[in-house]
Structures are given as C-alpha cells and as structure tokens.
C-alpha cells in the first residue's frame, strides 16, 4: 500500500515538472516570437521611412512600399492624423487591441516632422507558430502519449493540462 502511494506522488510529482517545464517553453518561446515581430516591424519602418518621397509637399510612400512583407500593413499619416497613404489600401488600418502589432514612427526629412509611418503585422502569426511548434515537439507527442495511455486521474489530468496549451 505504501509503494501504490509513493508511486503515485512521484507520479504526481513529474506530471508537476514537466507541467512547469513545458509552460517555461511554451512562454519564452512566445515572448521570442513577439520580439522578433517587434524588430521585424522596426526594420520594415526604418526602411519605408528611407524611401519616403516629397510629393507636394506631402510625405508619400516611394519604392519599396509594394514590396511589404506577406501580413504586413504600412500606412502614412499627417501630422493631425488623417491618412495620407496606405500601402495596401484594401485593408483596414490596424488597432492594437484587436490582434495586431502596431510601431509608430516620425516621418522626419530636413528637420522638419511631415507625418507618422505605422506599420502593423498580425499577432495570429505568432498563435500559429507557437501550436505548430507545440504540435510538432517530440516532447510533447510524447506527455500526450504518456495521457492516453494512463486513462482518468491526477496525473493524467496535468498532463492532459500541460498538453493542451
């Protein structure tokens, strides 16, 4: 009787640690696909503000701009905020809090402030890459193999848990 039990909180013990483990990866592995986003973003902005070309007076996209990136929107606003220029413009302008990453940045030539750059990338990439990642982990074919096969239980139940994020 004592074995049964001991088995079971070194049972109950590993399904903890490997929970723990797998929800470590799982986070840093996201935060590093956010980060990459962001530089993403930064450099695409940088370059799009390279190429900026003075049309009357107004900022306009120059070259380059029809080659964004697969998913990525870039518009260009005026000082006051009304839309100058997008680079797709069948596409709605981005806010932050529906799914999308936004950067922000001053359109400057000569010194003189002419509008904001805001490029965007949709944050369901990353939700993508993260389950296909997850899906794809040996790791993790191996927890959901360990679930399936000990039935109902404790244990189970945390990897189960562990391996539905």
């Given at each position: 009787?004592?074995?049964?039990?001991?088995?079971?909180?070194?049972?109950?013990?590993?399904?903890l640690i490997l929970s723990a483990f797998s929800a470590y990866l799982y986070?840093?592995?996201?935060?590093?696909?956010?980060?990459?986003?962001?530089?993403?973003?930064?450099?695409?902005?940088?370059?799009?503000?390279?190429?900026?070309?003075?049309?009357?007076?107004?900022?306009?996209?120059?070259?380059?701009?029809?080659?964004?990136?697969?998913?990525?929107?870039?518009?260009?606003?005026?000082?006051?905020?009304?839309?100058?220029?997008?680079?797709?413009?069948?596409q709605a302008e981005p806010e932050t809090a529906n799914g999308w990453a936004?950067?922000?940045?001053?359109?400057?030539?000569?010194?003189?402030?002419?509008?904001?750059?805001?490029?965007?990338?949709?944050?369901?990439?990353?939700?993508?890459?993260?389950?296909?990642?997850?899906?794809?982990?040996?790791?993790?074919?191996?927890?959901?193999?360990?679930?399936?096969?000990?039935?109902?239980?404790?244990?189970?139940?945390?990897?189960?848990?562990?391996?539905?994020?």
């Open positions: 009787m004592i074995r049964v039990r001991l088995t079971a909180w070194y049972v109950v013990l590993l399904a986070f840093s592995f996201t935060r590093d696909l956010h980060e990459e986003l962001q530089r993403a973003l930064a450099s695409e902005a940088d370059r799009l503000i390279a190429n900026i070309e003075l049309e009357s007076g107004e900022p306009q996209f120059g070259e380059g701009s029809e080659t964004l990136p697969p998913g990525m929107l870039a518009t260009l606003h005026d000082p006051a905020g009304n839309l100058l220029e997008a680079a797709d413009p069948r936004v950067l922000s940045r001053p359109v400057v030539i000569d010194g003189v402030e002419l509008g904001v750059l805001t490029v965007a990338r949709s944050e369901a990439d990353i939700e993508a890459a993260v389950h296909a990642r997850v899906s794809r982990s040996a790791g993790m074919r191996l927890l959901r193999s360990v679930v399936d096969r000990s039935g109902s239980g404790p244990p189970a139940t945390a990897l189960a848990i562990a391996t539905s994020a």
